[in-house]
């Protein structure tokens, strides 16, 4: 059968297996079981009701227990086996990593990615938005900022490998190094430097993000504070970093932790880009190495990216359950 | 707002050449990517895609073949290079002009056009502008003639040609019908379930729903690295393997978190008045969510929709994870990642254009839906 025949099939079982389910569990609720006529009939009706949402959620909340709840459990446990699973090691595994250099290297980088690539993309996204907010063709520059969230990683890091090509004729690094009288080189291997022209391409890709969510933000702030700051005689800067900066601040936290969230999980650029070798590799990519190889290893990396973005993950419910109020 | 106190003209200014220098830098890397796309190999290493539309100068090495004739006491070949066995092909399109040229591969265009220069072998050589040439020997030559070098500039070019290689001859073609087979039903059916559950978690009234949301808000940053080895070791278990299904599953797994919540937010600002009058007339749940949330809520379900579809369609790891690595399946990215990177690490023009097939389709989608994105994009953020 060919996949998109397949694909077809499985649309058409999934769309209507989901609606005749929804629609008979519906009618077998309140016909068969508690039928709303008789005796009992407004005893029934609340008992339906109190069965009826469960019969909404139950599809929902098994994919979620079997995709997201018992891969979090099964992956710790995993993380605890050897290599073929039939041997409980005990922190075997996370001992190893530790010892690990790359592990370590992997740990340094993906800070310097949590910290750089957020922040950067967060302040520049800021600006734009503020630059862009009264612009004429204000809406046209935010299209084109934020066209780079519609790319994949891997078409971004392919864009950005023609950016940084060994070539006076094609990379527009080295073209400006040539302009200037300078020699060509591989910017992917210079020390160091290397894991802030990977970052580029995120903060390329995320920047745009930033800017949707801030500018309505901005938009969002009351007229009078800034008219009343303008009246006091408050300049252009001033009024954007003391007036309304400080009053989106819960936006600008929001967007921050969302690009962390992300950063901590994209192992797409520096798999394309360097395959983590010349000192680059970050955990996500690092994990990729051990996938198929050693399950017990790469379910530890795992679990150690779980355990950084737990911090985020618990903030995340404390903010939900606050505006639920 | 826009003349008050504190935005002067030179304000104006600065402010609308810093947008313009951040667009255009923003822009710049993809722009090369597509001009790049359409250039043949040897124009690409020749010179950079932004003066494509300017000549390209290249050397070039040939030939002077041709049938000597006698001339008086000398022997002469006449002919012109650009016709030449060797370097024909380059020069099928005309319009190409010689501005040096030699017979040495160390001065490969030291003569001007026009001049004339000895040969190795005695002779004089001389080559105009046009391509045309004129060796003169004393003896008589034998039916190779002499070896020529040149320079010369062919006016740009742009080509389909990566394009038709890509998609005929490396199997891209396939890797598209891939991705779209991965990506439709992936985008559909998690918004249907989502949606139920939405609308449960945002009016139904039950214990332990708070909860339950926030289960949700938790899941929607777990990371997707835990799910890969426990998911692949069940799907291997229940007889599903690394298979189309497995993907399908996956990503509709892993989008519910987000539909859940965006459709949730969504549902929860409708109107309270209709959902209760509806109640009042006697319409049943099912029927509340049929008839009047699921329509009303149609911006939601394409913001989701379309975050879905971007996100199957870009990603590399859950393809490379539960689909099999083969022609037969592999979807585009994994192909760029793992086999084109690889094979045609050199060859840019390829690259560029396999880079563009792939992100044609979500930059289309990107472009004329972006309002719902943009909506999208509020709604689960800002709150």
């Not at chain 1, 938005?129 to 204000?138: H, K, P, V």
């Not at chain 1, 995120?202 to 745009?208: E, K, N, P």
């Not at chain 2, 890509?166 to 989502?194: C, E, H, Q, Y």
């Not at chain 2, 472009?367 to 994009?377: I, P």
């Amino acid at each position: 059968m060919s996949p998109l025949l397949q694909a077809a099939l499985t649309i058409f079982v999934g769309v209507f297996g989901c609606v005749g389910y929804f629609y008979a569990a519906n009618v077998v609720l309140d016909k068969v079981i508690f039928p709303a006529k008789g005796e009992q009939a407004g005893r029934n009706i609340n008992r339906a009701n109190l069965v009826r949402p469960w019969i909404f959620l139950f599809p929902a909340v098994t994919a979620l227990s079997l995709y997201l709840v018992y891969p979090v459990i099964g992956s710790i446990l995993r993380s605890l086996h050897n290599r073929a699973g039939d041997e409980f090691i005990g922190l075997g595994n996370y001992v190893a990593l530790f010892s690990d250099e790359t592990f370590r290297e992997a740990v340094i980088n993906n800070a310097l990615w949590a910290l750089i690539v957020p922040a950067s993309a967060t302040f520049l996204g800021l600006v734009i938005a503020q630059l862009t907010d009264r612009l004429s063709w204000g809406n046209i520059a935010k299209s084109i900022i934020f066209m780079p969230m519609a790319i994949s990683f891997v078409g971004a890091s392919l864009i950005w490998r023609f950016v940084y090509a060994v070539d006076a004729d094609i990379g527009l690094i080295n073209a400006i190094r040539d302009f200037f009288g300078l020699d060509v080189l591989d910017p992917l291997q210079v020390p160091f430097w290397n894991n802030l022209f990977l970052m580029v391409i995120l903060i390329w890709i995320q920047t745009g993000f930033a800017m949707v969510i801030l500018s309505a933000a901005l938009r969002g702030i009351p007229e009078e504070t800034v008219e009343a700051a303008i009246i006091d005689g408050t300049g252009p800067l001033q009024l954007f970093f003391r007036i309304k900066v400080p009053q989106i601040m819960g936006t600008i936290v929001v967007v921050w932790t969302t690009i962390t969230i992300l950063v901590l999980k994209v192992f797409d650029i520096v798999y394309t880009m360097t395959g983590g070798n010349l000192g680059t590799q970050i955990l996500p990519s690092y994990m990729m190495a051990f996938m198929f190889r050693d399950d017990g290893r790469a379910t530890a990396v795992a679990v150690v990216i779980m355990i950084v973005v737990l911090p985020v993950m618990i903030w995340n419910i404390r903010q939900a359950r606050s505006e639920m109020r | 707002m826009d003349n008050i106190a504190g935005s002067s003209n030179r304000l104006k200014w600065a402010v609308n050449l810093s947008v313009l220098i951040i667009v255009i830098s923003w822009l710049v890397p993809t722009v090369g990517l597509f001009v790049s796309s359409f250039r043949d190999r040897d124009q690409i290493s020749a010179t950079g895609w932004w003066i494509a539309p300017l000549s390209v100068e290249l050397t070039y090495r040939t030939r002077g073949d041709g049938t000597p004739r006698q001339d008086g006491d000398l022997w002469v070949i006449e002919g012109n290079l650009f016709e030449s066995a060797e370097v024909a092909e380059a020069f099928a399109n005309g319009g190409a002009e010689i501005t040096g040229f030699g017979v040495a591969a160390r001065t490969p265009d030291g003569t001007m056009p026009g001049d004339e220069i000895e040969t190795r072998d005695g002779g004089m050589l001389r080559v105009n502008t046009d391509g045309t040439y004129r060796y003169t020997s004393s003896e008589e030559p034998d039916t190779r003639g002499p070896r020529v070098y040149f320079a010369a500039t062919t006016p740009p070019e742009f080509t389909l040609d990566n394009y038709r290689t890509i998609l005929t001859a490396d199997g891209m073609d396939r890797a598209f019908f891939n991705t779209l087979t991965v990506t439709i039903p992936s985008t559909i059916i998690p918004i249907l379930i989502a949606a139920f559950a939405a609308y449960a978690l945002a009016w139904m009234e039950f214990p332990g729903r708070g909860l339950l949301i926030a289960g949700v808000v938790g899941l929607l940053v777990v990371p997707l690295q835990l799910a890969l080895v426990p998911l692949l070791n069940l799907h291997n278990t229940i007889g599903i393997g690394q298979s189309f299904v497995g993907v399908w599953l996956a990503h509709t797994g892993f989008g519910l978190p987000l539909a859940i919540y965006l459709l949730r937010n969504y549902m929860v600002g409708l109107p309270r008045d209709i959902i209760e009058s509806a109640k009042v007339d006697g319409a049943t749940d099912f029927q509340i969510f049929t008839k009047i949330i699921l329509p009303l809520s149609f911006p939601a379900l394409a913001s989701f929709a379309i975050f879905q579809f971007l996100w199957t369609w870009n990603d590399l790891l859950v393809a490379k994870v539960f689909l099999p690595s083969s022609d037969e399946t592999n979807v585009m990215t994994v192909k760029i990642a793992d086999d084109l990177l690889g094979s045609y690490g050199g060859d840019w023009g390829l690259l560029a254009g396999a880079a563009f097939v792939s992100i044609a389709v979500p930059l289309f989608v990107f472009f004329t839906m972006q309002r719902y994105l943009v909506r999208g994009l509020l709604a689960g953020s800002v709150k």
